[in-house]
Each structure stands twice: as C-alpha cells, then as structure tokens.
C-alpha cells in the first residue's frame, strides 16, 4: 500500500511560482511512475507531468506546461516535487500526486496511477 500527500499549493499572482511537493509512505516498487495530474472545476483530470520513480530519470510532461514546470524527485526522502513557474490563470486547479504502473509511454492515463492523494489547490489570480 502507498499513501501520498501533497503540499505546497496556495493563491498566487499570474507570473508567479509555487512549488508543489508530495509524500509517500509505503513501499514503492521501483517499477513505478510518480506523476502529478490536475483538475479544474468542470473538467476531467488532466495530466500534468510525471518521472519514473527509480527506473532512470525520464521525465513527461503535458504540452501546456512544458518548460514552465519541472518534476523532481529525492528517492532518499521518497519525495517529488513539481516546481511551478510563469503560473497563469489557465493553471487553477486541483493538483494530484499520483502512483501507479501505467503501460504507455508517456504515461498520462490516470487510469494507470493505482494510489492518489488527496490534492492541493492552486489558484492563480490575473
């Protein structure tokens, strides 16, 4: 069983950074893919970025944040991080720590994270 918590969202200005971290507890079969996804009101969980947990260091990224955020990970303090720059308002949302074995490449099907957090907000004001 893996547990994940996030921390680090919160209100900041359009142009603005904020740093997105999550925990996990458990074991992590190193095998797995960490990823971060998120979801606006209305819309369905999009993902965002994720980076293989032990297995090299490949990272993914979703078009829209590409060379905005960068995903990271201390395997020492079974820690990722996803530091977010030049924030827009397009970027409110839910944002989800997520753990999982997805098959494709890159993996961006949620349906492939097996464990998720419980989210953190992010709202990004014009």
Known sequence: QVQLVES???LVQAGG???LSCVASGRIPSTYVMGWFR???GKERAFVAAINWNAGSSTFYAD???DRFTISRVIAKNT???QMN???PE???VYYCA???PRERPPMNPYGYAYWGQGTQVTVSS
């Open 8 to 10: 680090g969202g919160g």
């Open 17 to 19: 950074s904020l740093r």
């Open 39 to 41: 979801q606006a009101p």
């Open 64 to 66: 829209s944040v590409k």
């Open 80 to 82: 990722i991080d996803l």
């Open 86 to 88: 030049s924030l827009t």
């Open 91 to 93: 970027d409110t949302a």
């Open 99 to 101: 753990a999982g074995a």
